[in-house]
């Protein structure tokens, strides 16, 4: 059997639904920006592997440091006892991100990282003796797939089978350019009508629906009407977290700090799965009691896992390196460039850029279908140029990792603007 066969005869993945969609490409090595099929067809990771990426897939400083933990420590229970990647982690975070933030609580994911959150937000009142039960989210937000975070998602096709059995939770819209007043106003009105704990939010970018962004100063607007109103704010940086808008992370862009963050995805540089949660002293101290009830009951059997706090740390250093920070300016430049141009294209209804991500969006009719007919067409069109790009709905987004060349996103641009070509030559657009 090829690993393509066997995949069909044992594996089930993710968003996929297996009567309909393609064979799933078998994938044999990876280094850099590059990744190498059993065929040996080679594909520009336009997409960082699905944003965790940022310094090259098989990095082997990271893969240094995996061996060199795996060889010391490579696990020990975080119940009862502790450990110095987790220290120094923990640490090592706590001096970068926004300064309100005191305790870290590691789990395994982004959704693991999002559900501790939401717990936290809900226990916080009822150790308070306050009932405060509904969360407050964007539309179509994208916070994870678990129960609690995809309660607070808003993309239905992932969240429609389980809607009877979600918490509750307030949408408002999106505060893009012409939104914010809008956004302001549902918020005042969802936090005068329901007992809100917290407002869950993506930071400037919202990643799962299609990069959609809004500018900092309306969110910096909308956490101080949480915090007026004794609502908790998390801000969820599981995709922007460790570069993606150009600084460390999307909070940086803020006057106002949120009360809880959740990272995860880019944390490990892409090599293995981990996540945190943090929060300010205020919450911590909610939990802090002579009486065991007011406890925290939660945790992960591989919680603060040594050998993915010892990548982290060293991920941390890679991306505080001038080399990095100048791949960060770099992309940048060269996305605005292309950005400028594809505005142009008759195409193209509109086009936006923050820090390493750039989206275009197509002048087609919204369907509202998050994989409909020309997602589905452009995908194939960049598989078959040897380029990973998974465009949303009419969305066409590049989120490259921070190592790829010039060359090679000259090539993922000229692939996008070769399927535009394509979709106009077949009618579809
Ligand atoms: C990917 C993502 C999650 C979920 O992370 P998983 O590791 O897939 O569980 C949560 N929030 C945001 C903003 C994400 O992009």
Not at 70 to 90: I, N, R, Y
Not at 134 to 145: L, V
Not at 203 to 230: F, K, S, T
Not at 287 to 311: E, Q, R, V, W
């Amino acid at each position: 059997m090829t690993l393509s066969e066997k995949d069909q005869r044992y594996l089930w993945h993710a968003y996929t639904q297996h009567k309909t969609s393609d064979t799933p490409i078998a994938i044999v090595k990876g280094k850099d920006a590059l990744l190498w099929d059993e065929n040996g067809n080679t594909y520009i990771d336009a997409i960082a592997s699905w944003w965790v990426n940022p310094y090259g897939h098989s990095n082997e400083r990271l893969a240094r440091k995996a061996y060199e933990q795996l060889t010391s420590l490579e696990h020990v229970l975080f119940g009862g006892f502790t450990h110095q990647p987790a220290c120094d982690l923990a640490e090592a975070l706590l001096k970068i991100l926004p300064k309100n933030q005191s305790k870290v609580f590691f789990s395994d994911n982004g959704s693991t990282a999002v559900e501790v959150a939401v717990k936290i937000a809900l226990q916080y009142y009822y150790n308070h003796g306050e009932k405060r039960t509904t969360f407050i989210a964007f539309e179509e937000a994208f916070h994870g797939d678990t129960f609690a975070a995809m309660a607070v998602s808003g993309i239905s096709l992932y969240t429609t089978a389980f809607q009877d059995q979600l918490l509750k939770v307030v949408r408002i819209p999106i505060p893009e350019k012409g939104q914010e007043e809008a956004c302001k106003q549902r918020l005042l009105e969802v936090i005068a009508q329901e007992k809100c704990a917290a407002f869950i939010f993506e930071p400037l970018v919202l990643g799962a629906a299609g990069m959609r962004m809004y500018a900092p100063e309306v969110l910096d607007e909308l956490i101080q009407i949480c915090r007026e109103h004794q609502v908790l704010t998390i801000a969820d940086e599981v995709m922007t977290g460790f570069g993606k808008t150009g600084k460390t992370f999307a909070c940086d862009y803020l006057k106002q700090m949120p009360d809880m963050i959740c990272l995860s995805k880019a944390l490990t540089g892409g090599t293995i799965p981990l996540s945190a949660t943090t929060t300010t002293e205020a919450i911590y101290e909610a939990f802090y009691s002579d009486d065991i009830s007011k406890a925290l009951f939660h945790g992960h059997t591989f919680m603060a896992n040594p050998t993915g706090c010892a990548i982290a740390l060293e991920s941390l250093k890679i991306l505080a390196e001038e080399e990095m920070q100048a791949n960060l300016k770099r992309i940048h430049a060269r996305h605005v460039t292309f950005a400028d141009k594809m505005d142009k294209h008759p195409k193209v209804a509109r086009t936006r850029t923050l820090g390493v991500i750039v989206a275009l969006d197509l002048k087609v009719p919204d369907t509202g279908e998050y994989y409909g007919a020309i997602r589905n067409e452009l995908y194939r069109f960049y598989i078959s140029h040897g380029v990973i790009l998974r465009p949303v709905y009419h969305t066409i987004y590049i989120l490259p990792p921070y190592i790829i060349t010039d060359k090679q996103l000259d090539r993922v641009y000229q692939v996008v603007e070769e399927s535009i070509a394509y979709l106009s030559q077949k009618g579809l657009i």
